[in-house]
């Protein structure tokens, strides 16, 4: 008796898509309820992490010190680089300033615009045109991660600078990736 082929065949494979955007939306379409996605993650080392996703939406007062006194140094016109879903340009845009999200998950970008930011599809260093100049551009949320390293940060800071305005600040926010975290 042959065995069924449908039995013999491999598991699915993963698909390699907006796997951020669609944990983001998921958690944003649950109402930001704690745990209602999950963020697994597995560093190059062999490290796995799980994380409750609902961390992405945290208002300023659940951010460390030291998250909330670089977010508090942003002013005038801000480019929030890898917005995810707005963590930090929602209030900043509650607070009056113009900020612009800059994120290449599609997904993230929808979620951050139904929270009331002009997001843009895009990434560092091949900035979107027509971006306009910023006084600050911000790089929170361990996204200092996306100068690359020593090859790639000098083209990276260079599309940044492009889009500064004379005396831009840049603020941003990094971990050390042997912390466990």
């Known amino acids: 008796m042959d065995a069924d082929p449908a039995s013999n065949s491999c598991p699915p494979q993963p698909r390699i898509d907006d796997a951020f955007g669609r944990i983001l939306a998921r958690c944003w379409d649950a109402g930001v309820a704690p745990w209602s996605a999950v963020e697994v993650i597995e560093r190059d080392d062999g490290l796995i992490t799980a994380n409750d996703a609902s961390r992405y939406f945290a208002e300023p007062e659940h951010w460390s010190d030291l998250e909330r006194w670089g977010w508090e140094q942003a002013a005038g016109r801000i480019l929030d680089v890898g917005c995810g879903g707005g963590r930090h340009a929602v209030p900043w845009s509650a607070l009056g300033h113009e900020v612009v999200g ?3 998950s599609p997904e993230a970008v929808r979620v951050s615009r139904e929270r009331g930011v002009e997001a843009v599809i895009g990434s560092v260093p091949s900035l979107p045109e027509g ?9 929170l949320g361990n996204n200092l991660a996306l100068l690359g390293g020593p090859a790639q940060a000098p083209e ?5 600078a492009a889009v500064a305005r004379p005396g831009a600040q840049l603020i941003g926010s990094g971990m050390d990736p042997g912390d466990g975290g």
Do not use: Q
């Not at 971006?131 to 790089?139: E, H, P, Q, Y």
């Not at 990276?156 to 940044?160: C, E, Q, R, S, Y």
């Open 102 to 104: 800059l994120e290449p």
């Open 156 to 160: 990276v800071l260079a599309a940044l």
């Open 131 to 139: 971006l306009g100049a910023f006084d600050t551009i911000a790089l």
